[in-house]
């Protein structure tokens, strides 16, 4: 059938020649025949232009109902929005870890990959805190797991002299460190096939925050006191001072520690410290008997505790208590003093249906391969506060 222009184009042409046998003088027989079949086709086109748009509207609202297909890998281009893209590949994994189907083409979960739940209330999970450290440090990301060294350039002892001063070479200081990567799995997650099938909770969130939980603890602990493969401790660092009382923390102690930080690295330095230490630190005053430390009232949200003489406060689980020889506060630039590397995509999570299923559980289980080291190229960007 021919398309609604291509009609409207024929009949406006026989139009055209019914007009041009019209306009003569003398009309014969044959042109007045010639004129009614001119016009009576014009008529029979009319119609066939409204049945034209009748049908194209009929499509055109298909079309809005029914969706096209979509295209495999690629073809055509996205044309989703980032928020429902993020919804999608939400819905995909859900449908993973309840079934272990994944969309190929576009991650939008399958019709059947997703049981409506019932029955069973959400749980309530217990909390470990993993620590500020992850968040504070410098990160970087490779694409794989081949060492990488990190060059430490020291030009700090270097200056302008006299012109009348004879030329000589001032090379700065060069050295490096090596950060190699250490591979890391999660213990399986076990979880009853019947408790994924019929639950009421969100079984992804709760996968998903088990994983990470046990990644953050894992990997802050390894930054924390090392890990005696690939990722040097924070407690390595022997630069600061030590507290001018056995066994006993001071207000002295602090400032001499702040002070002790080249200026350079004052910016962005903060205080961290384990729980129990800042319980200590709460009972601290100076001469005029106000608190060393002063309470954020978003402490919680902005994930900084206080502050200790105008430095924000970290919380570091894994640095060790006050007692002597323990490094139990840190103060300085944890982004240039500290460098941990992840090898990308990140966290890998796998879905063990097979080996579990005598047991009637499916388990999930996380890689990761991450490295780690002290970067300090020579003017100490971390200092530490030993006890004495």
């Known amino acids: 059938m021919k398309t609604v222009a291509e009609l409207r184009a024929q009949r406006a042409a026989l139009i055209v020649e019914a007009q ?141 002299v006299l012109a009348s001063t004879g030329i000589t070479t001032t090379d700065p200081s060069v050295a490096g460190v090596t950060i190699s990567i250490d591979d890391y799995r999660s213990n399986p997650i076990l979880i009853e096939n019947s408790l994924i099938k019929d639950s009421g909770f969100d079984i992804a969130g709760f996968v998903n925050s088990a994983i990470v939980t046990r990644y953050l603890r894992t990997v802050s602990s390894a930054m924390t006191v090392g890990n005696a493969s690939n990722i040097g401790g924070l407690t390595a660092i022997t630069a600061g001072v030590q507290s001018a009382t056995t066994a006993v923390l001071a207000y002295k102690d602090f400032v001499a520690l702040m002070v002790a930080l080249d200026p350079a690295y004052i910016a962005d330095a903060c205080w961290t410290m384990n729980n129990t230490t800042l319980g200590l630190i709460l009972n601290l005053v100076d001469g005029n008997n106000r608190p060393l430390f002063l309470p954020y009232n978003d402490g ?56 579990y299923a005598e047991l009637n559980k499916t388990g999930f289980v996380a890689f990761a391969r991450v490295g780690g080291a002290v970067t300090d190229a020579g003017t100490s960007p971390i200092m530490s506060l030993t006890i004495k």
Do not use: C, H, W
């Open 300 to 355: 919680a949200a902005g994930r900084f505790v206080g502050q200790i003489l105008g430095f924000p406060v970290k919380i570091n689980p894994y640095l060790p208590n006050v007692a002597t020889g323990n490094k139990a506060v840190q103060f300085g630039s944890f982004t240039e003093g500290y460098t941990f590397r992840e090898v990308a995509p990140g966290i890998v999570v796998s879905r063990l249906s097979e080996r």
């Open 20 to 160: 041009t046998i019209a306009k003569k003088d003398n009309l014969s027989t044959e042109d007045r025949t010639a004129f009614d079949n001119a016009m009576a086709q014009a008529d029979a086109v009319a119609l066939d232009i409204n049945r034209a748009e009748k049908l194209e509207t009929i499509e055109a609202e298909q079309r809005s109902v029914v969706a096209p297909p979509r295209p495999q890998p690629g073809e055509g281009t996205e044309t989703r929005s980032a928020e429902q893209r993020d919804k999608d590949v939400a819905a995909s994994y859900r449908s993973y870890l309840r079934t272990g189907k994944v969309e190929s083409r576009d991650l939008t979960v399958a019709a059947d990959g997703v049981l409506i739940p019932t029955l069973v209330a959400d749980p309530k999970i217990a909390k470990k805190f993993a620590g500020s450290i992850y968040d504070i440090v410098g990160k970087f990301k490779t694409d794989t797991g081949a060492p990488v060294k990190m060059p430490l350039l020291n030009d700090t002892a270097q200056g302008f």
